[in-house]
């Protein structure tokens, strides 16, 4: 419990900022009633929604790997199909992409404020990554499409199945990091785009293309 | 022009503007968390409606429910309810209590209104997201509601839906066609509703907390719910991708819980290889957080009503804390005790059972502490107190029958009986209700701007105590006779001796269920004509009663509370003669004997 020794007129430093938080690890109010110097950051509450998001998303493919797991070893009837190709060349695009929203996103943080250096902020590289996440989602539909050539469908067998399963959600959740990448788009465009935006955005792209190269070995091993 | 310095400030949002914005799609917290509330008062009596249609017709199989057969003329002809119509209102009932009351209302409804408000923040960080959780969850609840009017009905394969009667499809029985499917997508879509509202819970704790209030300054349903976020966040997410495998069994013919040849009503099931275990495993692995989503508000809750009502902190707060964490962590580790009898390996049950056996030790540790506070204390009498005292009652009952099931050896004879019933309802149904009961007297002033009638409170709670005593109890009885559950009548001879000991308990649900017509009147009466409230009638010293009653749209007024002390500032001598400090006073206790918190 702290101790307030002097008057009230000390606990409070000029008006309120707008925004709040900053709680618990900076600006308490110490024993001699004196708050330290407001600080302007709060912990952008995207940061940690961010790895909420990928806790939840993680606990879900944990979820599916194991139902993998148990199903491999449930019955006689798992057949190993063969990985479609295409789908080393969609980690490429996938990895590649996110070195490139990670190349734009260093440059975002280097570059200065004023209106010259907004104008030569080229947004080349976020457009990369989008282009490229594009052609790996039609590269997974392409993967789907040579299995479906081959007659082995969702319903074919266990291994089949996963294999749709997985692709198919982590497909999911590509898509809605490109709507992620499209906002950014946006955002830059109308010159309101925020590093912390950016940061969340970046952190969920890469953890797509994290998730991936786990899958692709899952998928590369167990089926 | 962008900051590329800046870091994300919390969007403030101006007051809303039109009717819808206002009351439809709100993206203020409050209002969505008295949505929520409202959709888990919706759902509660839908439950306990189904819950009486079961309860009539287990007392006395053979009589005709008026109006039943107008509403399902194949399930309850002329009002006779069949035995699969009562395993579809079973599996109806268990569905809607589970998930769209104690999941709803004391962790999404009054989490969503309070926690923003007792951290100092001006709402949540995401409003929208928050919004949309919402009207997912509402969502879920149609499509679950929608499946008594479409196809055969509702599924009738039990809250637990166990595979691989729910995976066959129609062939199974009537509800496990499209009803299944319906359930299966409602349930999937509760679980993104949940996760939605999780990503603002925990953000908002983390981040958007008051200056000056660090965690040991947070109330104790701050951190219940920060805990059960957390606990919702890792349990909902594995549902959710077994809820999209059972659907895809059903409508795609894979076979992820159908075993290989199996017949069902004489034909050869098209799949092969399946585990029906594997469902258990992901549905338990899910369950058991579950469960304890449900009780861990409901205990923050009345941690914190009691505080106030004892007018003193409890023994230490840090150790209810650390209980609660505690039992969240081993909650993962428990799950098998509802798979012991399922056939998998035995040494399997000894490893489920340690940690259910040890799980009872911050239980316990929870009510001792809760018990210690109030020896020797002058407990203010209230409604809210009460049912918190209630809950307390409640959660021993159910806690200590808990105790015998977690044994194998003991739980092989009481598997599906009468006695698992009793247990869960204590400890869920009863003591979870009770703690929203009390959540409902203590912040209904500060959500409504209106004081409850206190008399009728207390009528409520004594009529409500005895009542859930009256029904549950003789279910311990009925376990340990051998009384099976999940039967729709009893036949044979050693259960048709027991049938008395259900009509009794169901004289008791219609008394009980009487009774909550109370609370219903008093309510809406209150709501609309209930005594104004102060803003802080209870006296109480969290931020939630620094603020109107009700809230403004920012919460605070414009106002930034800053904190100085821990929220349970009680018991205490002050300059202005109360006996608490409100937690962004400055003042300070006069007496050097001040009791602090530990």
Known sequence: MSVVTESARHTVVGPAPAHVGNGGRRNIVPGNGRLRTLQRNSPPPGSSAIWVGIAAITMMFAAFTSALVVRQGSGPDWQHIAIPRVLFLNTLLLVASSVSLEVFRRKFSAHRMGPEAEMRLNPRWLYASLVMGMLFVAGQYAAWLQLRREGVYVASNPSSSFFYVLTAAHAVHVIGGLGGLLYLIYLLRSQVLRRTTLDVAATYWHFMGALWVYLLALICVKL | ?598
Request: aromatic residues 16%.
């Open chain 2, 1 to 598: 022009m962008h900051d590329v310095r800046a870091t994300q400030e919390v969007k403030h949002h101006g007051p809303p503007a039109s009717f819808i914005r206002k009351y439809i799609f709100s993206i203020d917290h409050k209002v969505i968390g008295r949505q929520y509330y409202g959709l888990g008062l919706l759902a509660v009596f839908v439950g306990m409606g189904l819950s009486w249609l079961m309860r009539l017709h287990l007392g006395w199989t053979s009589l005709a429910i008026p109006g039943l057969g107008w509403l399902n003329p194949v399930g309850a002809p002329g009002g006779l309810m069949t035995p699969e119509y009562y395993l579809q209102l079973m599996t109806m009932h268990g569905t809607i209590m589970v998930f769209f009351v104690l999941t709803v209302a004391p962790f999404a409804a009054f989490g969503n209104f309070f926690l923003p408000i007792q951290v100092g923040a001006e709402d949540m960080p995401f409003p929208h997201i928050n919004m949309m959780s919402f009207w997912v969850t509402f969502a879920a609840f149609a499509v679950l509601i929608s499946s008594f009017f479409f196809g055969d009905g509702p599924s009738l394969a039990g809250w637990t839906a166990y595979a691989p009667l729910t995976a066959v499809g129609s062939i199974a029985g009537p509800g496990q066609g499209l009803g299944q499917v319906l359930w299966a997508f409602s349930i999937a879509l509760f679980c993104v509703g949940q996760l939605l509202g999780s990503l603002n819970f925990i953000p908002t704790t983390l981040d958007l907390r008051a200056k000056g209030m660090t965690f040991s300054r947070m109330p104790q349903t701050v951190w219940a719910w920060f805990i059960t976020s957390c606990m919702g966040l890792t349990a909902f997410s594995v549902l959710m991708p077994a809820c999209i495998l059972l659907i895809m069994d059903h409508l795609i013919g894979t076979s992820f819980f159908v075993p290989s040849n199996l017949v069902v009503s004489d034909q050869l099931q098209p799949h092969s290889g399946g585990s029906t275990l594997l469902w258990q495993h992901l549905f338990w692995f899910f369950g058991h957080p579950e469960v304890y989503i449900a009780i861990v508000p409901a205990m923050g809750i009345v941690s914190h009503v009691l505080i106030t009502s004892l007018r003193r902190p409890l023994l230490s707060w840090k150790t209810i804390v650390a209980s609660m964490v505690s039992l969240a962590f081993l909650s993962y580790m428990v799950y098998g005790h509802h798979m012991f009898v399922s056939g998998m390996n035995p040494v399997s049950s000894l490893v489920f059972s340690f940690p259910t056996l040890i799980i009872t030790i911050p239980s316990t540790i929870i009510v001792l502490i809760w018990l210690g506070s109030i020896y020797q204390s002058r407990l203010r009498v209230n409604s809210a107190s009460l049912f918190a005292l209630g809950f307390i009652s409640m959660f021993i009952t159910g806690g200590v029958s808990g105790f015998f099931l977690a044994q194998p050896s003991l739980d092989i004879m009481l598997h599906a009986t009468y006695f698992v019933v009793g247990h869960f309802h204590f400890v869920m149904a009863v003591a979870a209700i009770f703690g929203i009961f009390s959540g409902t007297y203590f912040w209904f002033p500060k959500m409504f701007g209106r004081m409850m009638n206190e008399p009728l409170g207390k009528l409520h709670f004594w009529l409500t105590f005895v009542g859930v005593y009256g029904i549950f109890m003789p279910f311990h009885y009925l376990g340990l006779a051998a009384n099976v559950r999940r039967y729709q009548a009893f036949v044979d001879d050693y259960t048709t001796r027991l049938v008395p000991v259900h009509q009794f308990s169901t004289i008791f649900a219609l008394f009980t269920g009487a009774a909550q017509l109370i609370f219903l009147y008093n309510l809406i009466h209150s709501r609309f004509w209930g005594k104004l409230a102060t803003d802080n009638p209870w006296e109480s010293t969290s931020l939630e009663w620094t603020t109107t009653s009700p809230p403004p749209y920012d919460n605070f007024g414009g106002r930034h509370p800053i904190i100085y002390h821990d929220p349970y500032q009680f018991g205490v001598q002050t300059a202005s003669g109360t006996d608490y400090i409100m937690q962004d006073s400055p003042e300070e206790s006069v007496s050097e004997e001040t009791r602090s918190s530990s």
